[in-house]
């Protein structure tokens, strides 16, 4: 059998949809193949495995987006629409499938990539780790009754005009963060007559403590689907985003929310970690409807780990990757400035990696990601070598939670 692995062409389409259709499944009737026109137009890269005599084997597809890892947005791939015939499953297919379309990543200029993995073992042998999850959890609304009012906070319904207000919101938010996609670049981002159009409602916490005839500050938003139904026992709302940059505004997005309650039974919440939104609420009763994790690879060392922001002016440490031979190496990293800048050493010798920590693949994921410390990659076996800078490893990169907000 003759394989090769090129970028899909539109005339391919058809067996693409019915590719996905197999792996993800599809409504009676099977999933549109979409217009030529629909499909120049969108926001993706798509590669495929094609065997010469029986057609497409294996697919998938790439986002060009930028994440918030470490106060900076870094150019990110995210990897989706994963699937392999089931005939040719085990076949190593995606070991080449990956390997040309995150080298075209890398010529983009996409230093990380990312995934919502069905089976995080095939990804990690490719070098991904978990990193995090993207959740649907439900939220009894009875129990937002007991929240605290806040002071000074109040909620209105947002409108077309404030949604500069809302992305200057989530931006402030994200950038405190590790792993949001910033949604500045398509398909994330929607102009405001779309992003109002896909939900019922977004509802504004607005703090009033301001100068006369000030109209306050947007501290947060809520944008939510009501649904359908009005027995509490039945109806459930959707929603997307709650982000709070006060606890006051949490409060009062939480006690809006809760005002459903005589006819809607649970609000389903998209989140991820621990929420310090979720930390105002008396009763953290909830349900995970869902449970969607999230893998991180590094593409480019230089690229992902040099210009972060970092407090710890004047360290310096030397550390090596093995264990995926296109990051494979050694390098030098410092702090200068509130910045990190990286130096590529000299290839070491086998003998020599036990005079500088040495990484897996996975376990730079996991340290860049701000996931694990440097002792629990030992423990994983991630993290071999000197442990002499394990301390200033685990300090370089912790200090921010990994959250998610959207799903692709």
Do not use: C
């Not at 409504?27 to 029986?54: H, L, M, S």
């Not at 019922?200 to 947007?218: C, E, N, P, R």
């Not at 690229?303 to 995926?324: I, K, M, Q, T």
């Amino acid at each position: 059998m003759s394989l090769t692995v090129r970028p899909i062409e539109y005339a391919a389409q058809a067996d693409y949809t019915r590719l996905g259709g197999e792996a993800f499944g599809a409504p009676e009737g099977g999933r549109t193949v979409p217009t030529r026109e629909e499909w120049e137009a969108a926001d993706f890269r798509e590669w495929g495995a094609f065997d010469d005599d029986d057609g497409l084997a294996a697919r998938l597809r790439v986002y060009g987006f930028t994440s918030w890892f470490h106060g900076v947005q870094v150019p990110t791939a995210g990897v989706a629409g994963v699937a392999v015939e089931p005939e040719r499953r085990g076949s190593g297919h995606l070991t080449r499938l990956f390997g040309a379309a995150l080298a075209e990543a890398r010529e983009n200029g996409e230093v990380i990539s990312t995934l919502f993995p069905s089976a995080p073992g095939i990804y990690r042998g490719l070098g991904y780790e978990v990193v995090g999850s993207f959740d649907d959890v439900d939220v009894p609304l009875q129990n937002l009754s007991r929240v605290t009012a806040p002071d000074g906070i109040t909620t209105r319904r947002a409108t077309p005009a404030d949604f500069d207000s809302i992305v200057a919101v989530h931006r402030t938010w994200a950038a405190a963060q590790n792993g949001p996609i910033s949604r500045a670049e398509k398909p994330f981002w929607t102009p405001p007559e779309k992003f109002f159009a896909d939900y019922t409602g977004v509802t504004l916490a607005i703090d009033g403590h301001g100068s006369a005839g000030d109209a306050g500050a947007v501290v947060g938003f809520a944008s939510w689907i009501r649904g359908e139904g009005y027995t509490p026992a039945d109806a459930v709302m959707e929603i997307d985003d709650l982000i709070a940059l006060t606890p006051g505004a949490a409060r009062a997005l939480w006690r809006t929310l809760g005002s459903f309650s005589t006819v809607v039974g649970a609000a389903r919440v998209s989140t991820s970690g621990l929420d310090p939104a979720w930390l105002v609420l008396p009763d953290l009763t909830s349900t995970v409807h869902a449970a969607h994790p999230y893998m991180l690879r590094i593409l480019d060392v230089a690229g992902a780990l040099a210009g972060l922001e970092s407090p710890l002016d004047g360290v310096r440490v030397p550390f090596a990757v093995r264990g995926a031979a296109d990051i494979e190496g050694a390098w030098t990293l410092t702090v200068s400035d509130g910045v990190t800048h990286l130096e590529r050493d000299a290839v070491l010798a086998e003998d020599a990696h036990h005079e500088r920590p040495v990484l897996s693949v996975n376990g730079l994921a996991l340290l860049y990601a701000g996931t694990q410390s440097a002792a629990n990659l030992r423990i994983a076996g991630h993290l071999t070598g000197t442990p002499g800078h394990d301390a200033v490893l685990t300090a370089l990169f912790a200090g921010r939670q990994l959250h998610v907000r959207d799903y692709f």
